[in-house]
Structures are given as structure tokens and as C-alpha cells.
């Protein structure tokens, strides 16, 4: 991904570019190589470096690292702050598959 000029909106195939919307991200490029074949690979931004990425917003991390961190300790908090993107990114996987297949 590759960030575009204001007003240029995103410039991608039709899953990512439903993914890139439901997280507020307005002007991007993106491409892709080798096999595209699944929907998984794309969906599983966390393991490609997503988690922290500036364009998702700070209250996208900060709520779950903040309570976690306050109630049980850091080491607790890491495991909350992962736990909640993933039930962020399945929800989100959830909703466009049933949105593509409907």
C-alpha cells in the first residue's frame, strides 16, 4: 500500500477496498503479487504490520492498552490489546463475507 494524493480515494480490488473503507482509510494505492486467491491473506493485517499503523487511529489501540495496563499490568495488556484487534479483524472478515456472499 502506498499512500495517494488527497481526493484520489482508494485504488484497489473490491475485498481490500472494503476492508481499507470500514478502518477510515480515504486515498490509497495498492497492488498485489503472487497469489491473491484468498481472502485471508489480506485480512490478516495484523501479522503483516498493521497493528499501530497510524491510518487506523489511535483510539483503534490505545482503549484496550490503556484499560488493560490499568487493571491487570503491561504483560496483561499486551494480551488484551492483541485479543481485541483480533475480534476487531474477525468481525470485520465476518461482515464482508457475509456482504460479498448476500
Same mark, same amino acid.
Given at each position: 500500500?502506498?499512500?495517494?494524493?488527497?481526493?484520489?480515494? !482508494?485504488?484497489?480490488?473490491?475485498?481490500?477496498?472494503?476492508?481499507?473503507?470500514?478502518?477510515?482509510?480515504?486515498?490509497?494505492?495498492?497492488?498485489?503479487?503472487?497469489?491473491?486467491?484468498?481472502?485471508?491473506?489480506?485480512?490478516?493485517?495484523?501479522?503483516?504490520?498493521?497493528?499501530?499503523?497510524?491510518?487506523?487511529?489511535?483510539?483503534? !489501540?490505545?482503549?484496550?492498552?490503556?484499560?488493560?495496563?490499568?487493571?491487570?499490568?503491561?504483560?496483561?495488556?499486551?494480551? !488484551?490489546?492483541?485479543?481485541?484487534?483480533?475480534?476487531?479483524?474477525?468481525?470485520?472478515?465476518?461482515?464482508?463475507? !457475509?456482504?460479498?456472499?448476500?
Amino acid at each position: 500500500m502506498v499512500p495517494a494524493p488527497r481526493g484520489a480515494g !482508494i485504488v484497489a480490488a473490491r475485498v481490500p477496498k472494503m476492508v481499507l473503507q470500514f478502518n477510515g482509510i480515504d486515498d490509497v494505492f495498492t497492488s498485489s503479487r503472487g497469489s491473491t486467491k484468498t481472502l485471508g491473506n489480506f485480512v490478516k493485517l495484523k501479522q503483516n504490520g498493521w497493528v499501530g499503523n497510524f491510518a487506523l487511529g489511535a483510539s483503534y !489501540i490505545s482503549l484496550p492498552w490503556w484499560a488493560g495496563q490499568a487493571l491487570f499490568g503491561t504483560d496483561a495488556a499486551k494480551w !488484551i490489546c492483541v485479543s481485541a484487534i483480533d475480534v476487531t479483524q474477525l468481525s470485520v472478515s465476518v461482515y464482508l463475507v !457475509i456482504k460479498i456472499y448476500t
